[in-house]
């Protein structure tokens, strides 16, 4: 069974928006952390922001926030006031307490101008 | 400081022959990740070392793939008797363990012919 589902493989938003990628995930941990990651086309990874199972307050950095549901077990990315560069491929991630990632299949974001 | 190096960049290989994929983590980072990515498609955990501990290997798809860890430095991915399907990016990352984000090499981009 999927661990993290990405139910949209494809998301456009206007230039200063904000969009919301969705993520949810399956554990029966209840110890973990969830991840998202950026992949440009240039195809590196790059890490935007960590949720803790245990935190409280949603995490944020930046233009970056994780609205984190744990009862619902979703873990939904927003990005405030897109911009052009914003275009890339968007990962979910989960560690379970073992410590092995699992990803998720990514949406693909195109930010219009 | 240095992040994370793969090498080679780009392997071509014929089939039925044997790589070798390296990865020099961040200095001082005791976890490992190698993860597979096909074209188009998300991330593919194969392995991971934390540490002294054993590796989890619950990610490798079959026994033609292995992987070592010499400490905490560099690690090696070995494809036996490769196959097409095994054309793919082959991504490392490093973290200071594993309750903290992951930092992603560049990949090793391997096509089998």
């Known amino acids: 069974a999927q661990k993290i589902t990405q139910t949209q493989p494809g998301m456009f938003v206007q230039e200063k928006e904000a969009v919301t990628l969705d993520c949810t995930y399956d554990?029966?941990?209840?110890?973990?952390?969830l991840f998202w990651y950026k992949q440009p086309s240039s195809g590196e990874m790059i890490f935007l922001i960590y949720?803790?199972?245990?935190?409280?307050q949603n995490a944020t950095e930046g233009r970056y926030s994780l609205n984190f549901q744990k009862a619902r077990k979703s873990a939904n990315l927003v990005i405030s006031a897109s911009q052009l560069g914003d275009s890339a491929m968007y990962f979910c991630?989960?560690?379970?307490?073992?410590?092995?990632?699992?990803f998720g299949a990514g949406t693909r974001l195109t930010v219009k101008p | 400081g240095a992040g994370v190096s793969q090498s080679p960049s780009n392997k071509v290989t014929e089939k039925g022959k044997d790589v070798e994929l390296r990865c020099d983590p961040i200095?001082?980072?005791?976890?490992l990740y190698w993860y597979r990515q096909r074209l188009g498609q998300g991330l593919e955990f194969l392995i991971y070392?934390?540490?002294?501990?054993?590796?989890?290997k619950s990610g490798l798809p079959s026994d033609r793939f292995s992987a070592e860890r010499t400490g905490e430095s560099v690690s090696t991915l070995t494809i036996q008797r490769t196959q097409q399907e095994d054309s793919a990016v082959y991504l490392c990352a490093s973290s200071p363990g594993i309750n903290y984000e992951q930092y992603f090499g560049p990949g090793t981009r391997l096509t089998v012919t």
């Open positions: 554990t029966s941990d209840q110890s973990y952390g």
């Open positions: 949720q803790g199972s245990y935190d409280e």
């Open positions: 991630a989960m560690r379970e307490a073992e410590g092995d990632m699992r």
């Open positions: 200095s001082g980072h005791t976890a």
């Open positions: 070392f934390q540490g002294n501990s054993a590796p989890d």
